[in-house]
């Protein structure tokens, strides 16, 4: 009895991306003003190139209120804005998914606006990440607290130019300082090399004419030296 074996083919699929986590996080607190518009600012970080199938989701919980509800979501390319919420005429969506980006625009805003929005974002595989919150404050002026806090993070900022500023200058004016000290340096030892060279080019002519000079009178001496020798020798 004969057996047949019937020949067995092996598919061997690529293994399944693995998910890793995404980070979202959103801006600080903001404040704004009755009747003007305020972005509300989120991003991802994610280890993996932005996905065309990249999600952004929206919602928003009133101050004073346990539930949340949907005012925006962006998928397959195009943004959504929720057609009965709140903002269904003032929410317009200013992002840019290339970027990691899913900033929304709210205008003309209201005090009923007050409260806490939620951004969420999925980076196909990644997305296992915790959704990222951010509050609104609206204000029919802006608040003492609010001001004192924009003014100290403007005089920060300010302050921090400014020490900058003079850290380049007086870096300038030490490397100037340093490269005029050694032009100066150079030029004294060069004159003090020439002024070497001249004494000894002065005293050189003044030697020999001393030495010619002793010369001449010991020649003189030697002469009447003879000359008193002859004068004895004709006496005699």
């Not at 030892?189 to 004494?199: A, F």
């Amino acid at each position: 009895m004969s057996s047949v074996s019937s020949p067995v083919s092996l598919v061997l699929l690529p293994p399944a991306p693995q998910s890793e986590a995404i980070v979202i996080y959103t801006g600080w607190d903001r404040h704004a003003l009755v009747g003007s518009e305020v972005r509300l600012y989120c991003s991802f970080f994610s280890w993996r190139w932005t996905s065309e199938d990249v999600t952004f989701s929206w919602s928003y919980r009133p101050d004073g209120s346990r539930d949340s509800i949907s005012i925006f979501h962006y998928t397959g390319g195009m943004p959504y804005v929720d057609n009965k919420g709140p903002f269904r005429d003032r929410l317009e969506f200013i992002g840019n998914p290339r970027r990691r980006d899913g900033s929304i625009l709210i205008r003309n805003l209201d005090y009923s606006d007050n409260g806490t929005f939620t951004c969420d974002a999925k980076n196909p595989p990644d997305i296992v990440g915790r959704p990222s919150n951010v509050r609104l404050l609206v204000y029919d002026k802006v608040p003492v607290r609010a001001g004192v806090i924009t003014g100290a993070i403007i005089g920060s900022v300010l302050g921090l130019l400014i020490l900058v500023v003079a850290i380049y200058y007086l870096m300038r004016f030490l490397v100037a300082r340093r490269v005029f000290n050694l032009s100066v340096s150079k030029l004294e030892k060069g004159k003090k090399g020439k002024g070497k060279e001249g004494s000894q080019q002065r005293q050189g002519p003044v030697l020999y004419a001393t030495l010619d000079q002793s010369s001449k009178l010991l020649k003189g001496v030697g002469s009447e030296k003879k000359k008193s020798g002859d004068s004895r020798k004709d006496k005699k």
